[in-house]
């Protein structure tokens, strides 16, 4: 049962478990863009059908319910036929960022991947994209992104660069 309390400051993201696993019956297949087909963009449509399904189904009950939803695996970029709800934010979780070089910097073509999917977005009209920034210091358990450190000088080169490329922040 949705109710006022569940809706909070931050966006409820929406997103898939870390599986490339999907649907393959007629119908959902029927929603991927051929043109898209053995791309980083092949469930882009698919996947945003749905999430626009579910906003829209959670706005009728909770009108101020925000959302946001992953850009990642084979749905990294934007879909091709489904325009994404301007009022979901856009969270892309590229794991393959280098930290060892800035966004920026022209001779990591590691994160020319990273630029291409932003600016991806940004061409396709869509304005509230961020970056999951997945960072952090080791506590011996392994906590999430503690492999990217030293990313010390690399995170604020970042946050300068983000706009450059249609990139609004950082989650």
Same mark, same amino acid.
Request: hydrophobic share 35%.
């Given at each position: #049962?949705?109710?006022?309390?569940?809706?909070? +400051?931050s966006?409820?993201?929406i997103g898939?478990?870390d599986t490339t696993?999907?649907? @393959?019956?007629e119908?959902c !297949? *029927?929603?991927?863009a051929?043109e898209?087909k053995?791309?980083?963009? @092949?469930?882009?449509?698919?996947y945003w059908?749905?999430v626009?399904?579910? *906003?829209?189904r959670?706005w009728? #009950?909770l009108?101020e $319910?925000?959302?946001s $939803?992953?850009?990642?695996?084979?749905?990294w970029?934007?879909?091709r036929?489904v325009?994404?709800d301007?009022r979901i934010?856009?969270?892309?979780s590229y794991n393959?960022q280098?930290? !060892?070089h800035a966004? +920026? +910097?022209p001779?990591?073509?590691?994160?020319?991947k990273?630029?291409?999917?932003?600016?991806a977005?940004k061409? $396709?009209?869509?304005? +509230?994209? #961020?970056?999951r920034? @997945?960072?952090?210091a080791?506590d011996?358990?392994?906590?999430?992104g503690c492999e990217?450190l030293?990313? @010390?000088?690399v995170?604020?080169?970042?946050? *300068?660069?983000y706009?450059?490329i249609?990139?609004v922040?950082s989650s």
């Amino acid at each position: #049962v949705l109710r006022r309390e569940h809706v909070f +400051d931050s966006p409820v993201l929406i997103g898939n478990n870390d599986t490339t696993v999907w649907c @393959e019956c007629e119908k959902c !297949r *029927a929603l991927d863009a051929p043109e898209a087909k053995g791309t980083r963009g @092949e469930r882009s449509d698919r996947y945003w059908h749905m999430v626009n399904g579910l *906003a829209r189904r959670v706005w009728k #009950v909770l009108p101020e $319910a925000r959302f946001s $939803a992953w850009a990642y695996q084979d749905f990294w970029y934007p879909p091709r036929r489904v325009r994404p709800d301007p009022r979901i934010q856009v969270v892309v979780s590229y794991n393959n960022q280098c930290w !060892r070089h800035a966004v +920026d +910097d022209p001779k990591c073509p590691v994160n020319a991947k990273f630029r291409d999917i932003y600016l991806a977005w940004k061409r $396709a009209g869509v304005t +509230d994209v #961020v970056n999951r920034d @997945e960072i952090g210091a080791w506590d011996g358990n392994g906590s999430p992104g503690c492999e990217f450190l030293p990313c @010390e000088t690399v995170l604020p080169r970042n946050f *300068a660069a983000y706009p450059s490329i249609g990139c609004v922040g950082s989650s």
